[in-house]
């Protein structure tokens, strides 16, 4: 009697338990990021000092921020309950890093250069064929300690999205979940062009849509998908797609095993169905 007592108890406890999370997760199912979200009741977090060499800047800088890791404590955010979290930049750039990777690595979230002059907090590069800078927040990586994919570097982020894995993925998931080879291509596809591509018109908004109405396989040669990746400026000049040197001509072809199979999967084939499924967004 006593343990049924306890075991409605503990159940009521875990149901409670599961609400409660349930709703913290509703409410901060985003955050914009502007500098009132680091302060509370008068409380600020500390800003941290970090050395980096990012893909934006090259050299070795030290910039002020916050590591994400303290950034959540402070929100009484629990990264280990998350699939994924999304990194949203002011220029269309997007990208979704599995939350258990963040946890792993604890990245960096830069709000300024400290070795800027004039209460100058970026400074502006060539990046292609585009003058970007890093602000308002570059999320960086410890170099020295892990490997991490050049797309993690995201730059100018303005928002972070908690998303479950089928929210932020959705109908840019193949079909077959269970082929090796396309879930591989989705995979490096999502680390290495869905910050500015999309598929099924989810991804970034920066780069070009692959696969509606009409599939990059359907109209482009492979051939010319893996040599435009290599050096889009051989083709183009200005082009703002930076060349994906850190990949492989196996891996650029495992993304297009998951284009071929995504040809068969579209959510729309029309410029009409696209643009009221994008409205809809
Ligand atoms: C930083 C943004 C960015 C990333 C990352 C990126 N692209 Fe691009 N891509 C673009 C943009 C923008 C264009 C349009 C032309 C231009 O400005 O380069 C483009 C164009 C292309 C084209 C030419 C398409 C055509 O119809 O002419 C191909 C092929 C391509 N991208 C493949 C890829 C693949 C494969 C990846 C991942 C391995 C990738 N891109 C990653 C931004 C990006």
């Known amino acids: 009697m006593l343990l049924l007592k306890n075991f409605n108890k503990l159940l009521c406890i875990i149901i409670f338990l599961f609400f409660t999370s349930h709703i913290s997760a509703l409410t ?6 502007e500098d009132s979200y680091f302060t509370e009741n008068s409380k600020k977090l500390k800003i941290e000092r970090f050395e980096a060499i990012s893909p934006l800047y090259k050299i070795k800088k030290n910039y002020d921020g916050y590591y994400l890791k303290d950034i959540f404590k402070f929100k009484n955010i629990d990264i280990l309950k998350l699939d994924v979290v999304t990194f949203e930049a002011k220029d269309g ?54 490997k991490v994919p050049e797309n993690y570097w995201a730059f100018g982020v303005v928002k972070i999205l908690f998303q479950s894995f089928k929210e932020t993925y959705g109908e840019s998931i193949p079909e077959n979940t269970s082929n090796k080879k396309i879930m591989q291509g989705f995979q490096i596809y999502q680390s290495s062009c869905s910050g500015c591509h999309s598929v099924n018109l989810v ?15 359907e109209y482009l040669s492979k051939k010319f998908i893996i040599s435009y990746s290599k050096s889009p400026s051989s083709y183009r000049a200005n082009a703002k797609m930076p060349p994906q040197h850190f990949l492989t001509v196996n891996e650029i072809n495992l993304v297009i095993s998951y284009l071929e199979a995504m040809k068969f999967n579209k959510i729309c084939n029309t410029d009409d169905s696209c643009q009221k499924i994008t409205l809809k967004k």
């Open 28 to 33: 901060r199912d985003s955050i914009i990021l």
């Open 93 to 146: 750039f997007k990208i979704s890093i599995p939350a258990s990777f963040i946890n792993e690595n604890n990245p960096f979230l830069s709000i300024r250069d400290t070795s800027l002059a004039n209460g100058k907090n970026w400074e502006e590069v060539k990046d292609g064929g585009r003058i970007i800078d890093g602000g308002p927040y570059y999320l960086m990586w410890d170099l020295k300690k892990y």
């Open 203 to 217: 991804g970034g908004t920066l780069g070009l849509e692959m696969n509606v109405p009409k599939n990059f396989t």
